[in-house]
């Protein structure tokens, strides 16, 4: 199960070791069917991950001082929906796969969940010598397996104020190998204060700002030490952008302050199943595939976050809790200069 903790970091696949020992199998009912089956498992693992990297991109709506820089950590728990643990298979939408015990429709994890019995599919394929046959395999579980019910983000953020009202954002998640898996991310964003343009000597104590960030998560997973099919540069790569908007709303006292936003995500996902699969009945008949295929999808919605900041010189703490899709808690540490 250690491969679906890793997937939390961006591996969004067939990623445990059942999935993987069943992958001949799945490329043997056709790429078509493959593809299809991946679509349905990846979309909520995809969808979780793009709201989990845009959480608090602001700790305030209140801009700093011109040539202020804050460096912060972020910390990110987005919750998994007990919806988004499985989806509903219907065999008559695929060419070569059938329920083993005669059903035509029927729930089966996702990689955010966990099939509770084993699910039993026949797999049907054309040998060019024996004609038509058929296999059981199993259907992959998800990280469910392991108890896992969110999937958590880190990152490293800094903020700069070259002029008044206006402070030029990034974030950064180096890119770490561990084993099989190396995962990174980085992004950009630009928050201007509306009310900056008051005039100074104006004493209201709400501040309002626009935001506007870039995200961009990468992920690959190295297949061959795991994998029982043979072939070659064997891998997984996972890959997602999105853009978020937002418009904040905050109080302007020195101390604490509450802030609140609401704003729009829009994310576009591509996983690739890449390198040489021999894919074979292990008697005969062997098929080389390459690149397997690519599921592509898109993350959109609205997000809204209500929030709150402690600030003691040059030290703070924001903790806030966003309500979408996908909702989630984060915690900030702040050092302001």
């Not at 046959?133 to 108890?147: F, K, R, V, Y």
């Amino acid at each position: 199960m250690k491969n679906a903790i890793l997937f939390l970091l961006a591996v969004v696949t067939l990623q445990n070791v059942s999935a993987q020992e069943n992958l001949n199998e799945l490329l043997a009912a056709g790429i078509n069917d493959s593809k299809r089956f991946a679509e349905h498992y990846i979309k909520p693992a995809n969808d979780g991950l793009a709201y989990g990297i845009n959480n608090n991109w602001s700790n305030s709506a209140k801009s700093q001082k011109k040539f202020g820089f804050t460096l912060s950590l972020v910390g990110n728990a987005t919750f998994i929906n007990d919806e988004d643990k499985q989806f509903i298979m219907n065999t008559d939408d695929y060419e070569n796969i059938r329920f083993k015990d005669g059903s035509v429709v029927k729930p089966v994890a996702t990689a955010l969940g966990h099939n509770e019995e084993d699910v039993i599919v026949e797999v049907t394929y054309d040998d060019p010598i024996f004609g038509e046959q058929t296999t059981d395999i199993i259907l992959p579980t998800g990280i469910g397996s392991a108890n896992v019910n969110l999937i958590p983000t880190v990152f490293l953020q800094g903020s700069f104020t070259p002029f008044k009202g206006t402070e030029i954002k990034a974030r950064y998640f180096p890119k770490v190998e561990q084993e099989d898996v190396e995962v990174g991310l980085y992004g950009f964003g630009l928050q201007h204060e509306f009310t900056s343009w008051l005039p100074a000597d104006n004493n209201f104590p709400v501040a309002v700002s626009g935001l506007v960030a870039y995200t961009q998560l990468n992920g690959s997973y190295n297949l061959i030490n795991t994998s029982n099919v043979e072939g070659e540069n064997q891998r997984v790569e996972t890959e997602t952008k999105t853009m978020l908007y937002q418009l904040i709303v905050g109080t302007n006292l020195k101390i604490f302050n509450v802030y609140g936003s609401v704003g729009y995500l829009d994310g576009q996902n591509e996983t690739d199943l890449l390198g040489r699969y021999r894919v074979s009945d292990g008697i005969l008949f062997t098929e080389e595939i390459v690149d397997p295929f690519s599921v592509e999808s898109e993350t959109t919605g609205v997000v809204a976050t209500v929030g709150a900041q402690v600030k003691l010189g040059f030290f703070g703490v924001n903790a806030a809790y966003t309500i979408a899709d996908f909702s989630s808690a984060s915690l900030g540490m702040n050092f302001s200069f």
